[in-house]
């Protein structure tokens, strides 16, 4: 009877966890750090700064690695051509997170600024792709330290390469473009964009304005409270209610290059759409590829299907070595 008794508790315990684990996975303590924590934990963090070099050297954190957005991305070749802004492919994109300091066994804070494109959600979403579960945001950026008293320096950090790999892509987090065609009007789709973009406006060099079709207009900065810190889950899940987005869809987010989309993703991943997923290559490649449908305007316009038709459609997995913001 004892053991049974004992089995049993084992078991609840065991469950409880799991549970425990579950929330954690979609709480925001998963994926933000606040400004107290890190200045409590920062001996023992790798932090980067995804700030343009030129914010970086007028003052950083102090020990912060300076890497903006396109550090992980090809920029070879013209904006709106097939893999301009794109990830690199797995191994070169090891090295450059391997010569950040980066080996996956210590905790990743990335930093960006307020009224930014949101580079550090792209950064940490790069690394959670390549296996860096523990990467997270500072909440408030760059800001958000220095309101808190945060130490600020001047002097570039250097940091000390270790080796990296990444076998595989994790999470199903990018679609690539043959895949998105594929599935126009059966994912629920959303342009991070600013309405200015959305509608036609153009601010990156791209190819044509609009937006793809079938496309919804939730800009990224949606998710900031007037503080810039990122709003709790729950006033989040009523502002994707809102949206009509539901938790069980597939949800594929872009912006220009998928830097803000994927700040987007990692967020609507906290808030507990799951299937949330970034489009890497974005309105630029879209834009640039005259065979498929641009629309204009404030409405979502609906996809041509039998004009899109592609063959053999890629899987969500891992993106072609190509992508901006």
Same mark, same amino acid.
């Given at each position: 009877?004892?053991?049974?008794?004992?089995?049993?508790?084992?078991?609840?315990?065991?469950?409880?966890?799991?549970?425990?684990?579950?929330?954690?996975?979609?709480?925001?303590?998963?994926?933000?750090?606040?400004a107290?924590?890190?200045?409590?934990?920062?001996?023992?963090?790798?932090?980067?700064?995804?700030?343009?070099?030129?914010?970086?050297?007028?003052?950083?954190?102090?020990g912060?690695?300076?890497?903006?957005?396109?550090?992980?991305?090809?920029?070879?070749?013209?904006?709106?051509?097939?893999?301009?802004?794109?990830?690199?492919?797995?191994?070169?994109? /090891?090295?450059?997170?391997?010569?950040?300091?980066?080996?996956?066994?210590?905790s990743?804070?990335?930093?960006?600024?307020?009224?930014?494109?949101?580079?550090?959600?792209?950064?940490?979403?790069?690394?959670?792709?390549?296996?860096? /579960?523990?990467?997270?945001?500072?909440?408030?950026?760059?800001?958000?330290?220095?309101?808190a008293g945060?130490?600020?320096?001047?002097? /570039?950090?250097?940091?000390?390469?270790?080796?990296?790999?990444?076998?595989?892509?994790?999470?199903?987090?990018?679609?690539?473009?043959?895949?998105?065609?594929?599935?126009?009007?059966?994912?629920?789709?959303?342009?991070?964009?600013?309405?200015?973009?959305?509608?036609?406006?153009?601010?990156?060099?791209?190819?044509?304005?609009?937006?793809?079709?079938?496309?919804i207009?939730?800009?990224f900065?949606?998710?900031?409270?007037?503080?810039?810190n990122?709003?709790?889950?729950?006033?989040?899940? /009523?502002?994707?209610?809102?949206?009509?987005?539901?938790?069980?869809?597939?949800?594929?987010?872009?912006?220009?290059?998928?830097?803000?989309?994927?700040?987007?993703?990692?967020?609507l991943?906290?808030?507990?759409?799951?299937?949330?997923?970034?489009?890497?290559?974005?309105?630029?490649?879209?834009?640039?590829?005259?065979?498929?449908?641009?629309?204009?305007?404030?409405?979502?316009?609906?996809?041509?299907?039998?004009?899109?038709?592609?063959?053999?459609?890629q899987?969500p997995?891992?993106?072609?070595?190509?992508?901006?913001?």
């Amino acid at each position: 009877m004892k053991k049974t008794s004992l089995l049993v508790l084992a078991l609840l315990i065991c469950f409880a966890s799991v549970a425990a684990g579950a929330e954690t996975e979609l709480s925001k303590d998963a994926l933000f750090v606040d400004a107290a924590w890190l200045k409590a934990n920062i001996p023992n963090v790798t932090v980067i700064d995804a700030r343009p070099a030129a914010m970086y050297n007028k003052g950083h954190i102090p020990g912060a690695v300076q890497a903006e957005w396109t550090y992980f991305a090809n920029m070879k070749g013209q904006p709106g051509s097939p893999g301009w802004g794109d990830l690199f492919s797995r191994e070169t994109l /090891a090295k450059k997170i391997g010569a950040l300091g980066i080996s996956g066994k210590k905790s990743v804070v990335v930093y960006g600024d307020c009224g930014g494109w949101g580079s550090e959600g792209w950064a940490v979403w790069i690394l959670r792709l390549s296996g860096v /579960a523990n990467a997270k945001k500072l909440d408030g950026g760059y800001n958000a330290w220095v309101a808190a008293g945060g130490k600020v320096s001047t002097a /570039a950090a250097k940091a000390k390469a270790v080796a990296f790999s990444i076998p595989a892509f994790q999470g199903g987090l990018n679609v690539t473009t043959p895949w998105l065609v594929s599935k126009l009007g059966e994912v629920a789709i959303i342009d991070a964009r600013t309405p200015f973009e959305y509608e036609g406006g153009r601010l990156f060099q791209e190819r044509r304005g609009g937006h793809i079709p079938g496309a919804i207009n939730i800009p990224f900065d949606v998710v900031f409270k007037d503080d810039m810190n990122v709003r709790e889950v729950e006033d989040l899940q /009523a502002i994707f209610t809102m949206h009509g987005l539901d938790p069980e869809q597939e949800i594929v987010v872009y912006d220009t290059a998928g830097v803000r989309s994927a700040y987007l993703v990692m967020v609507l991943r906290m808030a507990g759409y799951e299937k949330a997923r970034n489009y890497d290559s974005s309105f630029q490649e879209w834009a640039g590829n005259m065979e498929l449908e641009v629309v204009q305007g404030k409405e979502p316009g609906g996809p041509c299907k039998e004009e899109l038709a592609t063959e053999d459609p890629q899987p969500p997995v891992e993106p072609a070595p190509q992508q901006t913001i």
